[in-house]
């Protein structure tokens, strides 16, 4: 692939960057000081599903730049979506007004979504609209007239972003443990992990199902919501529910009358098979949260999807005091949204989500042949978001410890061989853009095979 730099790329620029980003820039999720132990990565541009670093190498976006990606980079018609939006205006408020693309937008994703969901309430990241669905479940019942329903159902290993009200629905101990002090309490029930339970695979999801019960029984008056990754739980290491699971989960809080929290940064915009992993299991829950893949990872929209029965908790006289008193400078960014409209126009043109289940079982057979090495202890996906789980022995199940790096040692070798991607921990994930083609996303399991097998039985090292 030739490389096509700007003039004004040469190395000497790409020194000067270097030397400026070591300076002043604190990479998220970085330690920083092993960051700065070798030059960065720095890329220059992207084009379909590659990017292209500024020395004009290109890479795989193997993880959709970290789960965003939909359509590629550098998309004609997304950029022109941008472009003509700019030409009209790039941003007026909805604190007390409207703007054209965010009205276009709620009406398409109310019909997109599952039977219900008909409010859109915007925010630009998925912790942001996490934040939202938690305040909107606790004030539900508040302007309900309902007292003591203040705390939430959360999931172990659950991720739900950043925001210290996302962090405290949040279960990973790595990256949540330091802030337990700012935290409000949260109930926690097992995600169903069929590799992980000691039982064996079959007692996961009655394990999670009565834990969950069991909570309920006893706090569900104490209880806003629960909120769950609908059949995938990302971050935790592509952990895939057993079918069932969610409807189950579903059920149960219903009938003790607990509201639904579906949490679809991850898993929406086509990327477990279906629009909404929810439809998996024809769940419609009370609030919906999406990100990440609506603008088709092109710019910063979130948003909060609520039923009619939440709206009208919060439709009363002024004086009443039931308004959602929240919102961001950018909530409902015109061109965030007209680049979104966009993105969804593109998947359905292209039939892109009814392209998934086959994909993902393609790129699952090519990298089936792993499950025989010494290291490689599970493989999971559910359409294109695919997890593969290194451990120290495949018969007890150790895992690495984590000083090895092993997945970070993967991730690099990756990358020496063309592929970006960024591991959870010991769990090797693929999450390519949904666009890719059949030949490329063949090419990119075969590089991470590789680096998998260089890394844990060749002794690669950097
Ligand atoms: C990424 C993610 C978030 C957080 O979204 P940001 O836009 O990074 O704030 C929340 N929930 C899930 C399931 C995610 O994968």
Not at 58 to 65: K, L, N, P, R, V
Not at 90 to 96: M, R, V
Not at 125 to 141: H, N, P, R, T
Not at 344 to 368: F, I, N, P, T, Y
Request: net charge negative.
């Amino acid at each position: 692939m030739a490389a096509i730099l700007s003039p004004f790329l040469t190395s000497s620029s790409y020194e000067r960057l270097a030397e400026l980003d070591l300076k002043h820039v604190w990479h998220p999720f970085t330690q920083m000081k092993q960051y700065n132990e070798e030059p960065p990565l720095i890329i220059a541009r992207g084009e379909g599903v590659r990017l292209y670093d500024m020395h004009g190498r290109a890479y795989y976006d193997g993880f959709s730049s970290v789960w965003l990606n939909v359509h590629g980079h550098n998309v004609p018609e997304l950029n022109k979506a941008i472009t003509d939006q700019l030409q009209l205006i790039a941003h007026s408020t909805l604190l007390g007004m409207a703007n054209v693309p965010s009205i276009e937008l709620a009406a398409q994703l109310a019909e997109l979504s599952p039977r219900g969901l008909t409010k859109v309430f915007y925010s630009d990241s998925g912790a942001a609209g996490v934040e939202i669905a938690l305040k909107m479940a606790f004030q539900y019942w508040h302007n309900n007239g309902v007292r003591g329903k203040s705390s939430f159902i959360t999931m172990k290993d659950a991720y739900h972003g950043d925001t210290i009200g996302a962090v405290s629905v949040g279960n990973i101990g790595l990256y949540h443990d330091v802030f337990r002090p700012l935290l409000f309490h949260s109930h926690t029930v097992p995600y169903p992990n069929g590799y992980r339970n000691p039982l064996g695979p079959e007692h996961a999801m009655a394990d999670t199902l009565e834990a969950l019960e069991r909570v309920l029984r006893e706090h569900s008056s104490e209880i806003a919501a629960l909120i769950v990754e609908p059949i995938v739980q990302g971050a935790s290491g592509i952990i895939v529910m057993p079918a069932g699971c969610l409807s189950a989960i579903a059920a149960l809080c219903r009938q003790y009358d607990v509201l639904l929290i579906a949490d679809e940064v991850a898993t929406g915009f086509g990327r477990t098979g279906r629009m909404f992993a929810c439809e998996h299991e024809s769940v419609t829950p009370d609030l919906m949260v999406v990100g990440k893949g609506l603008t088709g990872g092109y710019l910063p929209v979130a948003a909060t999807l609520a039923t009619e029965q939440i709206y009208n908790a919060f439709y009363a006289d002024y004086e009443e005091q039931k308004t959602f008193f929240h919102g961001h400078s950018f909530t409902g960014n015109p061109v965030g949204c007209a680049v979104a409209l966009e993105s969804l126009r593109l998947l359905q043109a292209r039939s892109l989500v009814e392209s998934v289940d086959a994909k993902g079982s393609l790129v699952a057979s090519r990298l089936a042949p792993l499950l025989n090495r010494p290291h490689v202890g599970d493989i999971r996906h559910q359409g294109l978001m695919l997890g593969i789980e290194l451990v120290a022995n495949t018969h007890t199940k150790e895992p690495y410890h984590w000083n090895e790096r092993i997945g970070l040692r993967v991730a690099r070798r990756a990358r020496e061989l063309g592929l970006l991607t960024r591991p959870l921990g010991n769990v090797i994930v693929l999450i390519p853009p949904l666009a890719s083609t059949d030949s490329e996303l063949m090419d990119m399991a075969d590089m991470l095979s590789e680096a998998i097998i260089d890394v844990t039985e060749r002794g690669w090292k950097r």
